[in-house]
């Protein structure tokens, strides 16, 4: 890279630790390792002429639309205990007007959601247990479930908020997406192959 007067911009650096979930100060070592990764991505896509056409990015939009629209997905807070009496009596003070998240906290054996008065987040179908997804998507918000049993123990959940499915669109901030998934396809198929067409043609000592 330095030969061919091939650089990486701090700015480039910085983007590319923000894609990969880095915040902050950068290490020298985590700086080197990126910096070498975008190096030779930029020397790659050059000398190789990679690039991703409207063509291939309409088609492979086309074929995996099902995959690139919004799920369904649920926010939700939930009380778990191993009792199902303590259950069923934290269910009775919570039909009666009891506050859910400050019952999470006192009485939820979760010990990752109690402090957040339960919340646990968003979830789409697939990622929650058999015995609780079949019950909070068929839930309405602000609706609290029965008391649900689990090989775990046993979990009340209330909805916070439901997201409905969204078909993908081929609009430009898709077509920039899918631009950059390709391209790293591409990238990642090549890289192997040269990097030892290089080291072939190197003096290695």
């Known amino acids: 890279a330095e030969k061919r007067g091939v650089k990486i911009s701090g700015g480039e650096l910085k983007k590319r630790a923000e894609e990969l979930g880095i915040a902050g100060e950068l290490s020298m070592t985590v ?45 939700i807070k939930q009380i778990f205990v191993l009792s199902e009496g303590e259950a069923n009596d934290i269910l009775l003070a919570l039909n009666a007007g009891a506050d859910f998240s400050k019952m999470a906290a006192a009485k939820s054996q979760d010990t990752v959601s109690k402090n957040k008065g339960g919340d646990l987040g968003f979830f789409a179908k697939g990622m929650l247990v058999p015995e609780i997804e079949k019950v909070v998507f068929d839930m309405k918000e602000g609706e609290t479930s029965p008391v649900i049993k689990t090989s775990a123990g046993f979990h009340i959940i209330k909805i916070e908020k439901k997201n409905q499915a969204k078909e993908a669109k081929f609009d430009s901030d898709m077509k920039k997406r899918l631009d950059k998934i390709l391209l790293n396809a591409k990238i990642q198929q090549e890289l192997p192959g040269w990097l030892d067409n290089l080291k072939k043609k190197a003096e290695i000592k």
């Open 31 to 75: 700086k080197r390792i990126i910096e070498s990764s975008v190096l030779a991505e930029k020397m790659l896509t050059s000398e190789k002429k990679i690039k991703v056409t409207d063509d291939e990015i309409k088609k492979f939009f086309e074929e995996k639309k099902s995959l690139l629209g919004e799920p369904e997905q649920v926010h």
